[in-house]
């Protein structure tokens, strides 16, 4: 079992920046590929990031392509999220998910947080 805790969120004007963390416990953190997710109101929820095992591969949605960073300490057993350049639209519940390979989609992957709420003023 992996435990993912999701921190970080908040209310931003628009072009503005935020941080999500994502804290694992349980087995072994660099066991596993680490995506974001997120979702708004009546929507499934959203592919944004990916980033394998080691770090060494990342993808991203191309809504997000050039503004938001995926990022891991395995040493801390977490993972982040950088979001610059934030649009309204960028607004949305985000989830870290955890899986055994990168995966665009949400059955890829074995263990998910709780979320946390980004707001995005414009």
């Known amino acids: 079992q992996v435990q993912l805790v999701e921190s970080g969120g908040g209310l931003v004007q628009a072009g503005g920046s935020l941080r999500l963390s994502c804290a694992a416990s349980g087995r072994t953190f660099n066991n596993y590929a680490v995506g974001w997710f997120r979702r708004t109101p009546g929507k499934e929820r959203e592919f944004v990031a990916v980033?394998?095992?080691?770090?060494?591969?990342?993808y991203y949605a191309d809504s997000v392509k050039g503004r938001f960073t995926i990022s891991r300490d395995n040493a801390k057993n977490t993972v982040y999220l950088q979001m610059n350049s934030l649009k309204p639209e960028d607004a949305a519940v985000y989830y870290c998910a955890a899986g055994q390979s990168p995966s665009v989609v949400t059955t890829g992957y074995n263990y998910w947080g709780q979320g946390t709420q980004v707001t995005v003023s414009s």
């Open positions: 980033m394998s095992r080691s770090g060494s591969s990342t």
